[in-house]
């Protein structure tokens, strides 16, 4: 779509058109995604002998210190993005020591593109031989900040949203609005690294499709969804897809009947199908996986950016092309084993790219069965998404 004139903006500043979202909830989200934003991600500090170093201003954040300039022989890679970028804080947690190679991360928890730019933005400045970009599963939760900037984000979001109402409903419009801002930042990123010279990757993001049942309590009221769970849970799986199917037909967005539609499929081996069901649930309720994951391809395609798809890697890995709780601990955060396939993959595409950072492949093995500690806490995980009505959704 065309770009939003500025003077449509400022008419909706004047007419004080009211915000969908609130401020970040907890003082602690008020203090990472707010309060500290005021400031760089790093302050450059030099010593008396001359020497200098970047050192990391976020609190929560994994990133470590580092030199300025870049020292000789240095190949830097800066990862950015939200969480799950700070589950790659590095390859030594691999066992694996490739000289020269000098990681960066600057996940955080809870930002989405508008901050990750920001933090882009900055470590263009640092010499970085390699950025990869991890972004998607915070897009469209917007946590307001005091201020200018974040209200006219916000309200340039209502805008593009009311655009996409002309034609969707409510909830699609959302999500398309969600999809179409993260798709112009990462464009604008992809177009200032291949001016700057500096190679980009952008990864697609993998999910827990097959264990994380929707937020809410089970639809019991509804006829089709009730006797579709009575006939599930007595392993008629036929006649309780039947049932999800008709709820379906009455409501779209009944996730329940979708999700455990994707289950009875399951259960009759049916997995491609299956897995179809399961990512309607993620791209009905949040706009991904598969839906943001295809915008991610295609800006990198389109922008000779490099393209890790960890979507398709976590998939190949699992069993039956459908992912859960061996790989995840939650919806999206994968168990630290799998860090030798994420990086296993970025360091192919960095390669594919021709850059010299990763002259080599990173080994990689697949994981073992997860530990008895791990299946516990795997477990409580999926309790809490089953009986979660003390957890608010992201609506």
Same mark, same amino acid.
């Given at each position: 779509?065309?770009?939003? +004139?500025?003077?449509?903006?400022?008419?909706?500043?004047?007419?004080?058109?009211?915000?969908?979202?609130?401020?970040?909830?907890?003082?602690?989200?008020?203090?990472?995604?707010?309060?500290?934003?005021?400031?760089?991600?790093?302050?450059?500090?030099?010593?008396?002998?001359?020497?200098?170093?970047?050192?990391?201003?976020?609190?929560?954040?994994?990133?470590?210190?580092?030199?300025?300039?870049?020292?000789?022989?240095?190949?830097?890679?800066?990862?950015?993005?939200?969480?799950?970028?700070?589950? !790659?804080?590095?390859?030594?947690?691999?066992?694996?020591?490739?000289?020269?190679?000098?990681?960066?991360?600057?996940?955080?928890?809870?930002?989405?593109?508008?901050?990750?730019?920001?933090?882009?933005?900055?470590?263009?400045?640092?010499? +970085?031989?390699?950025?990869?970009?991890?972004?998607?599963?915070?897009?469209?939760?917007?946590?307001?900040? +005091?201020?200018?900037?974040?209200?006219?984000?916000?309200?340039?979001?209502?805008?593009?949203?009311?655009?996409?109402?002309?034609?969707?409903?409510?909830?699609?419009?959302?999500?398309?609005?969600?999809?179409?801002?993260?798709?112009?930042?990462?464009?604008?990123?992809?177009?200032?690294?291949?001016?700057?010279?500096?190679?980009?990757?952008?990864?697609? !993001?993998?999910?827990?499709?097959?264990?994380?049942?929707?937020?809410?309590?089970?639809?019991?009221?509804?006829?089709?969804?009730?006797?579709?769970?009575?006939?599930?849970?007595?392993?008629?799986?036929?006649?309780?897809?039947?049932?999800?199917?008709?709820?379906?037909?009455?409501?779209?967005?009944?996730?329940?009947?979708?999700?455990?539609?994707?289950?009875?499929?399951?259960?009759?081996?049916?997995?491609?199908?299956?897995?179809?069901?399961?990512?309607?649930?993620?791209?009905?309720?949040?706009?991904?996986?598969?839906?943001?994951?295809?915008?991610?391809?295609?800006?990198?395609?389109?922008?000779?950016?490099?393209?890790?798809?960890?979507?398709?890697?976590? /998939?190949?890995?699992?069993?039956?092309?459908?992912?859960?709780?061996?790989?995840?601990?939650?919806?999206?955060?994968?168990?630290?084993?799998?860090?030798?396939?994420?990086?296993?993959?970025?360091?192919?595409?960095?390669?594919?790219?021709?850059?010299?950072?990763?002259?080599?492949?990173?080994? /990689?093995?697949?994981?073992?069965? !997860?530990?008895?500690?791990?299946?516990?806490?795997?477990?409580?995980?999926?309790?809490?998404?089953?009986?979660?009505?003390?957890?608010?959704?992201?609506?």
């Amino acid at each position: 779509m065309p770009d939003i +004139p500025l003077l449509n903006i400022l008419v909706l500043v004047l007419l004080g058109i009211l915000s969908q979202t609130g401020f970040a909830q907890t003082p602690e989200q008020a203090a990472v995604l707010c309060a500290d934003l005021e400031k760089p991600f790093f302050s450059v500090v030099c010593a008396k002998d001359g020497s200098c170093r970047a050192v990391p201003q976020r609190r929560e954040g994994s990133a470590q210190e580092f030199s300025v300039p870049k020292p000789a022989g240095v190949k830097r890679v800066f990862v950015l993005g939200e969480s799950v970028a700070s589950l !790659l804080y590095t390859v030594d947690a691999l066992n694996v020591k490739v000289a020269g190679l000098e990681v960066i991360n600057c996940g955080m928890g809870g930002y989405e593109t508008s901050r990750i730019q920001d933090v882009f933005r900055e470590i263009l400045n640092y010499e +970085p031989d390699l950025i990869v970009v991890l972004s998607g599963n915070n897009e469209g939760r917007t946590f307001r900040c +005091p201020g200018f900037s974040s209200a006219m984000r916000e309200r340039r979001a209502r805008l593009v949203e009311r655009f996409y109402g002309l034609w969707n409903d409510a909830r699609l419009a959302r999500i398309k609005t969600s999809l179409k801002i993260q798709e112009t930042r990462l464009d604008a990123m992809a177009v200032l690294a291949r001016k700057r010279k500096v190679p980009l990757i952008l990864c697609t !993001l993998p999910a827990n499709i097959g264990g994380m049942p929707p937020f809410g309590a089970l639809p019991l009221a509804g006829g089709h969804f009730a006797a579709g769970m009575v006939l599930f849970e007595k392993g008629e799986f036929e006649k309780a897809a039947v049932k999800f199917e008709l709820e379906l037909r009455a409501n779209r967005y009944d996730l329940f009947s979708r999700f455990y539609l994707g289950k009875t499929r399951e259960a009759l081996k049916r997995f491609g199908v299956a897995r179809e069901s399961y990512l309607g649930v993620l791209e009905l309720s949040a706009g991904g996986s598969a839906t943001r994951n295809h915008m991610i391809r295609q800006v990198a395609a389109r922008r000779g950016a490099g393209l890790c798809d960890l979507e398709s890697a976590f /998939y190949a890995s699992s069993k039956n092309g459908i992912t859960g709780f061996t790989q995840f601990t939650d919806a999206m955060h994968w168990w630290p084993s799998y860090n030798s396939l994420a990086w296993y993959e970025i360091a192919r595409t960095a390669r594919g790219m021709g850059t010299a950072v990763f002259k080599a492949p990173l080994p /990689y093995s697949p994981p073992g069965l !997860l530990s008895e500690e791990d299946l516990k806490k795997s477990f409580s995980y999926a309790l809490a998404y089953i009986d979660n009505s003390c957890l608010s959704p992201d609506d």
